[in-house]
């Protein structure tokens, strides 16, 4: 997929275009969203793993699942991430792989969503069955960034089969210069309220397990516009949406969903005290 690259990005891939299970599409630049879409459109494969162009997978690891799907099936497989560095240094982070797993473990996707510190995203984690998605209208919203929350959220909360496997699969480059997720703009945290603002409504038609793993969504992605607009010192314009009071109902619905004391004190602050987002920087 090329999403209208501008580097030398075809002359590498030039070799393996005539391969026949490679299929290369060529469009003008329309975001990562539709560039993911429009390839789960013409892929084939009983499986469906949305790779970036700046990270790489591990030696050996595709033969590995290939044996794996042999005697396993699932809506999903879920794995560990590696961070790297620009300069290929390996950065350790506990959200990036699973905590206490021993080797598997099969469960709902709400249930993995409500692991302490396992984080869902990015995207490159999950190994999707093509099937399940198609079963389910699943593909990502256009247009906006933050799109691997809005995705995994739903996608998890609409399957009863993930297969959680304590092992490495993707290289994940951390980026600081150049990339979508290093660099900011307040369409970002103004994304991220609309995703906000769209779970919480979508929370009310929820019960059980399953509305409890999506009030923890809400809460982290409360955080992470908190943490943006303290970092960035931006001021929050939201016209169409209350920030305030969502702020208060998503914080106090979330407090006992977070399992990190300072996420959560920070929670129990906006609850009572929603305006004080502004301030929270110079509290912590």
């Known amino acids: 997929m090329n999403d209208g690259t ?29 560039a993911r879409n429009n390839g789960l459109k013409v892929s084939s494969g009983k499986y469906v793993w949305f790779v970036d162009s700046d990270d790489w997978i591990p030696d050996g690891f595709v033969e590995s699942f290939l044996q794996l799907i042999k005697d396993e099936e699932a809506d999903i497989f879920s794995y560990n991430i590696e961070n790297f560095s620009e300069d290929g240094v390996h950065v350790d982070d506990v959200y990036f792989r699973f905590p ?44 906006i960034y933050h799109e691997d929350i809005e995705f995994a959220t739903r996608a998890l909360l609409k399957t009863n ?5 304590n092992r490495y699969n993707y290289c994940y480059l951390l980026r600081n210069s150049g990339s979508i997720t290093s660099s900011f703009n307040i369409k ?6 609309e995703i906000m603002d769209k779970f919480y409504k979508w929370s009310s038609s929820l019960s059980g397990i399953s509305k409890q793993a999506l009030q923890k969504r809400q809460a982290l992605t409360l955080l992470k516009v908190i943490n943006l607009v303290t970092l960035y010192n931006v001021e929050l314009k939201t016209p169409n949406i209350n920030f305030p009071l969502l702020c208060r109902l998503i914080a106090k619905e979330g407090i006992m969903c977070i399992d990190n004391p300072k996420s959560s004190l920070k929670l129990i602050i906006l609850a009572l005290f929603p305006n004080s987002y502004k301030y929270l920087k110079f509290l912590f």
Request: with cysteine.
């Open 6 to 34: 501008k580097d030398n990005s075809i002359e590498v891939i030039k070799p393996y275009l005539n391969l026949p299970q490679t299929i290369f599409i060529d469009q003008h630049n329309q975001g990562l969203s539709v």
């Open 100 to 143: 206490n797993l021993k080797e598997m473990k099969r469960c709902t996707g709400a249930e993995s969503m409500l692991i302490p510190r396992y984080n869902t995203t990015p995207i490159q984690r999950h190994i999707f069955n093509s099937a399940f998605l198609e079963s389910n209208n699943l593909c990502f919203q256009a247009n």
């Open 161 to 165: 089969n993930v297969l959680m496997i």
């Open 188 to 193: 970002r945290v103004y994304d991220l309220v």
